[in-house]
């Protein structure tokens, strides 16, 4: 069912979408303030890369004025401080709300500047005050011992998008204007970062905005010809392809060259205002069309801004060409300590930005300047959108309890894990309209969330085939966000997140790693802002891995991988967290936590196939809220006495095939007390001074035992799990199956005996660890591994898996009507690409 | 210096590069004979999905004939298909060398059933015979327990692209073409695929070949309309923004549209064999100009391949469609063995083909469909390039000896130990002119490999700037090929690689992770293949990451992550080696065995900072050899006793800061007996057991005792070291150091530092651990203590380190005249973006 196109908030009065009110060309007098600004900005990004002291130059520059160690970069901030200095006009006129967004997120020192110059610096930072000692202040502290990176970080006042990793301005920029009618997101694209591959799709992005309900990013590819040391693709293949291959992205493009002659600054500034205008008015008219209807996808504007790198700085450096090359991309002018020759360079370089004109004797912006600020929160340093917790509103959730699957004894029904939780995922989006969000790549049905469909679509705004029926749930309006990148998926929700909102990334397992870069760069995000004291918690980043490891029937070993939680747990454990629930109860209780946590990364993998569900609803929450515990029921131990064994588990596939072994050691081991241990939280291994999830050494003990083996049948790569607590009394006892890289058949139980995970292997390593019954059990022994004969040569021939393992259910299942369905829901595999 | 390009392989009579020798149009015959062996693939294609006996409907079809589970992909398996009969026609005609790059390798069915019709199947796997029971067993085994997987594979003859994670089909692609100037690679794109971000940007591969030594990729995007279960987009923005978009690719589009009416097979095959011809007689236009000498870069042809997804299946399923829909993805029947309805739509779809006039009454193929396919080698299934260890050629290797940094005693000399490397990579450039690159993102300068340059240049041909001194080492024949994007160095490198050649790919170490799940697809095909008896070994998987966690001066903790290790640690241990030299003459031993190496993914870390030396060159081949060992020289330790500690180190930081601690230790606790360990090959600290290069129990024992305190400085994540020794006897007395994701800041000692790698913590971690040192050095403890604290505020004050830690050198250094230097080059930091 499509939900209507929601338009109330994109009238054709909301505050921004206004065509300039006055249609004249700018004064000069406007002119010569952005000149001024940007010259300023300019002054103050040198200053930021090159000063420890005499920041306005009160006294002739000296060697000892100039930071031991130049570092930072240069090449692309002259650049993004005109486009910055632009932008406050054009939000001041036109009272918009904008943020901005530095793809080239080297250019620190720019965003600084102009933080600095907007006041919200100072009263972001009160020790940077607007007079000369805090511009001594702000200059040391850029890149130095105990100050500030280099980068735009969660340390700048307006940033959403750390500098560091290329590639994801425009994801992170459209994931800001999701659902936010009113914003304008300005999204400068470095041409280098232009070559990464997430950046070249990320284009794409227009085809999945509302005109009506989203808000407008507009790119500003940032052609300055050159990276570190080679010039960029896009600078060198014709204004013909490149205006093609905007147009072919679904924009109309706006190129605009300066810089290159002796066209003189206002001349510049007239040119560029006339263009942003154009461009703005455009913008305008097409939220006015989308506003009075028609959402069908325009041509979105985009502009070209093709200037010189390091634009202003010296243009010849010891005999080299210095602006307008590769060799501006960081310190132009690293030797400015080594001569007086050179640091006359640096003084000559810094005095002609005027400084003196800018700046009073107390170091004090010019207020004429200053004006060009726009008010309070319009300032785009200041905007809540760039500090998302501030915006941030709890999810209404609907209670997963009643969505809970009936289990009337453990292993008693059967269900679909992730199917359960599509249905509780409905709720969410009917009641939460307009700030939860489900991204995909193209798997969300694949991943059985396909309920969601009943209330909501997928965006889409490319073209339709009117009246067929292969375009089903598609519509501009969808909550469900789908492209076939990983790194769009993850690049849209931390835009979405960063800006207040909430949401979740499904995804298959394996592919995951995609964004194994990205995720480290917004783990450190998290890391960093919360010792940021300004910065308010936002959503967390919530994935759900499914069509997992073990149950690859359609695809096989190329779509094998658990190794995220690998990649995860090395992050800072104060932002991690990893669930494994063993049904789509403990899915749904462990889901609801993650919708309602703060700040954290909330990696919860779960599969999609029918399988045994074992806790009732107050079960799994209890469970859950432990983080791991002894399922009584399934083992044969009794009060008072220790286990002889424990049978731990952690994941679904791992724990049927644990209580499958505990249940064949009931039958043939009777005198065996085994105590089963499942982990749905897997940080809960972990030492408590390691993690805030981590057991104590006590009650680990009391769990895991002090002396007795421990058979643990584990999702993932097994190695993790003696990472996780090599440190335990009892981890000399501990021995782990898992992942082993060995994963190429299509039937399920033939895929966990290839990686020695099945129930038959797991009786077996229970024979030769526990004490005295390797000589008493040798027949048993010898049973086992014949049954993993004839379970093998049964696959080869039936092309299924054998009848007593596909249909097992646990003993006290009761009359499960079901039972079957296991196999036979489970036959026609999963629906993996 | 530019090197001339070499255009003797390229002349205008290679083989391939001719007109069509009849330019009339195809003989009704021919297009007949292409239209059989498309039938005969699709239907090959189709009852390896579904058919587990009965192979030609010599009796009626049976339920029991279909498979018990339906595995695989259908929905791109026919256009696939018809591509292969075509490009068969024109590789006969021309006498083209070609192999078959399958983006959407899902469609493993049509693949094999090509390779099948081509005789090259029987010729690989002798079972599977040219007959009727060679057809059953054919089927059989397709996604089928102990049999071959769904998607393209190494099993797959002629395949160097796995099926599974998408996006890398046209960097692979142009990895084959580089060097091979008579290869023509047919790259089928997905349109799923492309939206994916690597293949977005991989477009642009056109700016780095040279027409006249490179071959020729031509690319067809396979525009079906659907992916999983949703529309593409690219399917959904019109011709003009595709055409555009593919113009501004640097490509022509020639578009074909087929299969959505009722156009006769014989008239659309003949449509598209004169499209096709059209395009490869322009191809062979622009190998004529570039064997003139015209090397400039053309607008290469493209197809736009324009078909219905599961062309020719049922069209309407349940009253759904299915032909043309996303519904055709993967089984379009999956409900083949549910009713006799069902079974009867399966088996009308079979008859569809016709297959009992493509094969005859003992299975056998119609000898003139047979006809149709090239001869020999020039089947693109039987390609040698798509078994590239079989063209493999020893690299010829100068003596690393030769580029030895003179180490007069250890620590007695200063290099930056990537530079020196770079030296002698320049000579086996030099000495390999055709089969080896070096991959990079415009990273190879930044890394300081720049010494290449004065042998090769980078490739490229995009636009040149007359004259300009920007344009440095920049022509299309460079042997370096830098693009920013990880992803096309990687893809580029691993094609390069499986079509029988050499290379490296330099990166800066935080970023790599960005090809984690590309490490996992090629490790993956690479533990394949050599299980694969008829796979010839291919050269190894060549890291080399510099710019690393511990120098991040310029960056900062954005750039920062040594996970990449860990990531490949995963992978299989017969695979994967990770090697950490500690200096220059290491690093050189070190990568002349890795280019030495096959079928092996060898991870190199190493610094470009100035850095002492320690090591002569016997001392580091010796050292290299053995992987790890003890370094007497800067222990304390007595011969017939144990040591009282032992400092191992892993890693050139961490290298410097144990010694450091040595030499505190010996001059402050001279009676401690300490022992200095380091390790160069991670994997050593493995069991034997569990990798090849593992110690054996006893080996580790003796180096790292039973029972003494081990500090273990180590360059990554530290609980890597404990995942890798966790079994070890004295692993309870291990104490790591390593990086915890603490690193704002800028200094090199600083960052130690912050995570407790610094030579005082490591003192502090000895006199913590070692009986009895408690009480007795109370007063060192304290001091060094208060170092570090010195050594933090002299940063905050000066913005360097202190001289007495930057100045440090190994006692035994003697008269080390470039002691100061390495301050004084570090002291402007990176060069990294």
Not at 159 to 168: A, D, K, P, Q, R
Not at 502 to 510: D, I, K, P, T, V
Not at 562 to 579: A, L, M, Q, S, T
Request: negative net charge; hydrophobic residues 40%.
């Amino acid at each position: 069912m499509a939900t209507a196109p929601d338009t109330t908030h994109a009238t054709p009065t909301a505050p921004g979408w206004q065509p300039r009110p006055d249609s004249a060309p700018l004064a000069t007098a406007t002119l010569e303030r952005i000149d001024k600004w940007w010259r300023a900005a300019n002054y103050l990004s040198v200053g930021q890369i090159y000063l420890l002291a005499n920041p306005l130059l009160a006294t002739p520059l000296d060697r000892d004025d100039v930071k031991p160690r130049l570092l930072g970069h240069w090449g692309t901030t002259p650049g993004l401080n005109f486009l910055y200095a632009h932008m406050n006009r054009a939000i001041t006129e036109r009272d918009v709300d904008a943020i901005y967004i530095t793809g080239p997120g080297h250019g620190g020192p720019g965003l600084v500047a102009n933080s600095y110059l907007e006041g919200t610096y100072t009263e972001t930072y009160s020790d940077i005050t607007q007079d000369t000692e805090g511009l001594r202040r702000l200059f040391r502290q850029f890149s130095f011992p105990g100050g500030i990176p280099s980068h735009v970080a969660p340390e700048t006042p307006g940033s959403i998008h750390e500098g560091g990793e290329l590639g994801y301005a425009l994801s992170h920029a459209y994931g800001a204007a999701f659902d936010n009618p009113d914003l304008l997101v300005l999204a400068v694209v470095g041409d280098g970062e232009a070559e990464t591959g997430p950046l070249a799709t990320s284009w794409h992005s227009n085809k999945f905005v509302n005109p009506a309900t989203d808000g407008v990013v507009l790119p500003v590819l940032h052609l300055n010809g050159y990276k570190i040391a080679n010039p960029t693709v896009l600078a060198r293949i014709g204004d013909d392809e490149l205006h093609d291959l905007m147009r072919g992205y679904g924009h109309t493009p706006y190129e605009f060259v300066a810089g290159f002659d002796d066209e003189d600054h206002v001349s510049i500034h007239g040119r560029y205002a006339a263009l942003l205008d154009e461009v703005l008015d455009e913008i305008v008219a097409i939220k006015a069309r989308a506003a009075a209807g028609d959402t069908t996808r325009p041509m979105w504007p985009m502009i070209i801004f093709r200037t010189p790198k390091g634009w202003t700085c010296p243009e010849i450096i010891d005999g080299k060409k210095a602006e307008d090359s590769w060799r501006a991309h960081q310190v132009p002018l690293a030797s400015a300590r080594d001569t007086p020759e050179h640091l006359q360079v640096l003084a000559d370089w810094l005095a002609s930005y005027g400084a003196q004109e800018l700046f009073d004797d107390e170091g004090r912006l010019d207020a004429d300047v200053a004006a060009l600020a726009p008010s309070g929160k319009k300032r785009m340093s200041a905007s809540p959108h760039a500090n998302g917790g501030a915006l941030l509103r709890d999810l209404r959730l609907p209670d997963f309890r009643d969505f809970a699957v009936d289990v009337p004894a453990p292993g008693g029904s059967i269900a679909e894990s992730t199917k359960v939780l599509g249905q509780w995922l409905t709720e969410v989006i009917r009641l939460n309209p307009e700030n939860f969000r489900i991204f995909g790549p193209d798997e969300t049905a694949s991943n059985r969330l396909q309920a969601v469909f009943a209330e909501t679509d997928k965006v889409w705004n490319a073209s339709l085939i009117e009246g067929a029926d292969t375009d089903e749930h598609l519509s501009p309006s969808g909550r469900v966000v789908e492209m076939l990148s990983e790194h769009q998926c993850q690049g849209w929700l931390e835009g979405y997140l960063l800006t207040g909102r909430h949401g979740l990334f499904n995804c298959y397992e394996a592919f995951i790693h995609i964004i194994d870069s990205m995720l480290n760069q917004h783990a450190k995000w998290l890391k960093v802002t919360r010792e940021i004291p300004w910065r308010q918690p936002i959503g967390s980043l919530n994935y759900l891995l499914s069509s997992h490891v073990w149950r690859q029937d359609h695809n096989g070993f190329s779509h094998q991988d658990p190794g995220f939680i690998d990649h995860v747990v090395n992050k800072k454990p104060e932002v991690v967290r990893v669930y494994l629930p063993p049904d789509a109860n403990t899915l749904l209780s462990t889901y609801d936590h993650c919708l309602r946590s703060r700040d954290y990364v909330n990696v919860v993998v779960a599969g999609k196939q029918p399988a045994p569900q074992f806790l009732t609803m107050d079960q799994a929450v209890a469970h859950c809220t432990r983080g791991l515990g002894i399922w009584e029921w399934a083992g044969t131990e009794t009060d008072g006495e220790e286990p002889d064994v424990v049978l731990a588990c952690a994941g679904d596939v791992p724990t049927v095939e644990t209580l499958a072994a505990a249940d064949l050691l009931r039958r043939h081991v009777p005198d065996l007390a085994v105590r089963v241990v499942n982990v749905v939280d897997l940080m809960r291994l972990m030492d408590s001074t390691e993690h805030p999830h981590g057991l104590s050494s006590r009650d680990f003990d009391g769990i895991f035992t002090t002396d007795k083996p421990v058979i643990f049948a584990y999702h993932g790569y097994p190695w993790l799990i003696h990472r996780l607590t090599y440190r335990r009394t009892n981890h000399g006892n501990l021995h782990v199956r898992g992942y082993k890289e060995e994963g190429t058949t299509t039937t399920p139980f033939d895929m966990v005996m290839l990686n020695d995970l099945d129930r038959y292997k797991l009786v077996i390593d229970t024979i030769d660890r526990v004490p005295g019954l390797a000589a008493r059990y040798a027949g048993l022994r010898q049973r086992m591994e014949d049954k993993r004969i004839e379970a093998r040569e049964y696959t080869r021939t039936h092309g299924e898996d054998l009848p007593e393992v596909a249909d097992w259910v646990w003993p006290d299942a009761g009359d499960l009507a079901d039972a079957g369905s296991v196999r036979a829901t489970a036959a026609t595999g999963g629906d993996n690409e």
